[in-house]
């Protein structure tokens, strides 16, 4: 079980979660394409998480795509109380597993009622406009984008609007448009370029969630992570998620996994607690720009 005093609450909203979520991304087959291989397993996975305190969800409905909102469907739908499910939109999949940009007015409205349709909800908690490369320009103005999401929030399909993969520029431009309740970006113990935007982030009491916290598709390597991992009796990824936590307290984590004994692991990294020596040891490994 998580520590379910450890929570957060988005700006503005009723919605108060536990710090360590879940995301569903790996819950689809190879390269986030097409049905699971055991769509068993991937249900059990949900409904542990869930059982375990997990009460915030990351998804979208073009990882399959369609595949892993129907999971979460069929996994936990009714949804229990307070369970936060949090989408993305801005790409779309291609027959042959190709990612591409999806920012048209049209392609907008069509996913938003994917979303809705395949998770079997008449609105959506939070929708977050992904946006940036390698799909996008980086700093590209988001006014367009996000003022069609803006126009269905006022016609009740969208709460709340958050932002992924966006630079300050963005974020401040999105703020000014519509009230941001969340931003998504990669960040992790080795690639630290938004510690600034996190503590601005913070100022506001605004949700910071990373994406790729334990480095993506190609783990977190670092001779230092591994020691003290040793040191800990933990695994490093532990190690790695425990930092996060500590790193700043409206950091909200989403973890993935299609396997219960990692799901397990994850969770238990958020009563992992790290000693001051060790919180600057794990610094200085993002702080040195190096993987070693």
Same mark, same amino acid.
């Given at each position: 079980?998580?520590?379910?005093?450890?929570?957060?609450?988005?700006?503005?909203?009723?919605?108060?979660?536990?710090?360590?979520?879940?995301?569903?991304?790996?819950?689809?087959?190879?390269?986030?394409?097409?049905?699971?291989?055991?769509?068993?397993?991937?249900?059990?996975?949900?409904?542990?998480?869930?059982?375990?305190?997990?009460?915030?969800?990351?998804?979208?409905?073009?990882?399959?795509?369609?595949?892993?909102?129907?999971?979460?469907?069929?996994?936990?739908?009714?949804?229990?109380?307070?369970?936060?499910?949090?989408?993305?939109?801005?790409?779309?999949?291609?027959?042959?597993?190709?990612?591409?940009?999806?920012?048209?007015?049209?392609?907008?409205?069509?996913?938003?009622?994917?979303?809705?349709?395949?998770?079997?909800?008449?609105?959506?908690?939070?929708?977050?406009?992904?946006?940036?490369?390698?799909?996008?320009? $980086?700093?590209?103005?988001?006014?367009?984008? %996000?003022?069609? #999401? @803006?126009?269905? &929030?006022?016609?009740? +399909? !969208?709460?709340? /609007?958050?932002?992924?993969?966006?630079?300050?520029?963005?974020?401040?431009?999105?703020?000014?448009? $519509?009230?941001?309740?969340?931003?998504?970006? %990669?960040?992790? #113990? @080795?690639?630290? &370029?938004?510690?600034? +935007? !996190?503590?601005? /982030?913070?100022?506001?009491?605004?949700?910071?969630?990373?994406?790729?916290?334990?480095?993506?598709?190609?783990?977190?390597?670092?001779?230092?992570?591994?020691?003290?991992?040793?040191?800990?009796?933990?695994?490093?990824?532990?190690?790695? /998620?425990?930092?996060?936590?500590?790193?700043?307290?409206?950091?909200?984590?989403?973890?993935?996994?299609?396997?219960?004994?990692?799901?397990?692991?994850?969770?238990?990294?958020?009563?992992?607690?790290?000693?001051?020596?060790?919180?600057?040891?794990?610094?200085?490994?993002?702080?040195?720009?190096?993987?070693?």
């Amino acid at each position: 079980m998580i520590k379910s005093d450890d929570t957060f609450k988005f700006p503005g909203t009723s919605m108060k979660v536990n710090r360590m979520g879940y995301g569903a991304m790996q819950l689809a087959g190879p390269h986030v394409f097409g049905p699971p291989k055991d769509r068993e397993q991937a249900v059990a996975v949900l409904r542990e998480a869930v059982e375990s305190g997990v009460n915030h969800i990351d998804t979208s409905d073009f990882y399959g795509p369609h595949v892993v909102n129907q999971i979460l469907r069929e996994a936990l739908h009714p949804y229990p109380e307070g369970l936060v499910i949090v989408t993305k939109l801005g790409a779309k999949r291609g027959a042959d597993a190709s990612w591409n940009p999806a920012l048209s007015r049209q392609e907008l409205i069509d996913g938003v009622h994917d979303n809705l349709r395949n998770l079997g909800l008449e609105a959506l908690d939070v929708v977050n406009l992904r946006v940036g490369p390698p799909l996008h320009d $980086a700093n590209a103005s988001i006014e367009e984008p %996000l003022t069609v #999401l @803006a126009e269905l &929030q006022l016609q009740g +399909l !969208i709460k709340h /609007l958050g932002l992924s993969n966006v630079s300050a520029k963005q974020i401040a431009e999105g703020r000014a448009l $519509a009230e941001i309740v969340c931003v998504q970006n %990669l960040y992790n #113990l @080795a690639q630290r &370029q938004d510690d600034a +935007l !996190i503590e601005e /982030l913070a100022n506001d009491r605004i949700p910071y969630v990373p994406y790729f916290p334990l480095g993506g598709f190609t783990p977190l390597q670092s001779s230092e992570l591994d020691a003290v991992a040793t040191e800990l009796g933990v695994t490093p990824m532990q190690v790695a /998620l425990a930092w996060l936590l500590h790193r700043s307290g409206n950091v909200l984590l989403i973890p993935g996994t299609k396997s219960l004994g990692h799901l397990r692991e994850n969770l238990a990294a958020a009563t992992l607690e790290l000693p001051a020596q060790v919180v600057i040891r794990l610094d200085e490994i993002g702080a040195s720009g190096k993987e070693s």
